[in-house]
């Protein structure tokens, strides 16, 4: 079986001025503050490792997988082992700079990284076995648009993994104040404020079969929704 490689979708049209606009301006918040992002330690570290551990069991070496929103690979490096092949994307360069400067220091034959956005139809048609998408469904511009895209890159019976912070679930103060203030500012990047029922109609709307909800955190009230859904075979 070929390797999977990032192309266009075949029937996929050129992105219109404004999605360049978009993955620019998101690409512009992310290479900002990649080498921040990068040093900032992990909130949960006990949540972080539990979300591991329960990928790497649904992982396997017969298996191509997808990350998008892959940031500076960490979890990439931890993951790659587990599959046959694992391309990893951010819609940032300075982020996947970084992440090679990792995968350089600790190679991974299975690990490759690209530029590329989650709004943007780059994939391929059923190339993959899994996309990954964690900490990302509530960073994209349109979250219908974006499940559809990680929807046309699964194979049949493939599934899309991802955790994803529920803003909606929080104090009504945080996602209209905080967040607009913070955004207005240029310290928080544009972010769409959802629950879990929202995103779990959203893949309901694209096709896709819920396997499992889960909640990993250990520290106070977890707002990471983790979702396993499967693409129909």
């Known amino acids: 079986m070929p390797s999977p490689t990032l192309t266009s979708h075949p029937e996929a049209s050129p992105p219109p001025p404004a999605a360049d606009a978009s993955t620019a301006r998101k690409a512009r918040f992310w290479d900002r ?23 790497q069991g649904l992982l396997s ?21 587990f ?10 360069t300075s ?16 690990l490759s990284f690209a530029v590329a956005d989650a709004d943007a139809p780059e994939f391929g048609q059923g190339a993959y076995d899994a996309v990954l998408a964690f900490n990302l ?9 974006a499940l559809a895209l990680a ?12 955790k994803t912070p529920c803003i909606g679930e929080m104090n009504r103060l945080v996602p209209y104040l905080a967040l607009p203030l913070m955004k207005a500012i240029g310290k928080a990047p544009q972010v769409l404020c959802f629950k ?15 396997v499992s909800v889960e ?19």
């Not at 995103?199 to 896709?208: D, K, P």
């Open 151 to 162: 929807v046309q890159a699964l194979r049949p019976g493939g599934l899309l993994i991802s």
């Open 215 to 233: 909640r990993h955190g250990t520290r106070g009230k977890d707002i990471r929704a983790f979702i396993m859904a499967r693409k129909p075979s």
């Open 33 to 55: 503050i990649a080498r921040k992002y990068a040093a900032d330690p992990i909130a949960d570290l006990a949540g972080y490792e539990a979300t591991l551990a329960r990928v």
């Open 137 to 145: 469904l509530h960073l994209v511009d349109d979250l219908d648009h």
């Open 95 to 110: 982020m996947i700079d970084i992440a090679r400067e990792k995968l350089a220091i600790q190679p991974v034959p299975q």
């Open 196 to 210: 879990e029922e929202a995103l779990l109609a959203a893949m309901a709307r694209q096709g896709l079969e819920i």
């Open 83 to 92: 599959t046959r092949r694992l391309l990893a994307t951010d819609v940032s």
């Open 61 to 81: 070496a017969e298996q191509d997988v997808l990350e998008i929103g892959c940031g500076t690979g960490t979890t990439a490096l931890r993951l790659a082992p």
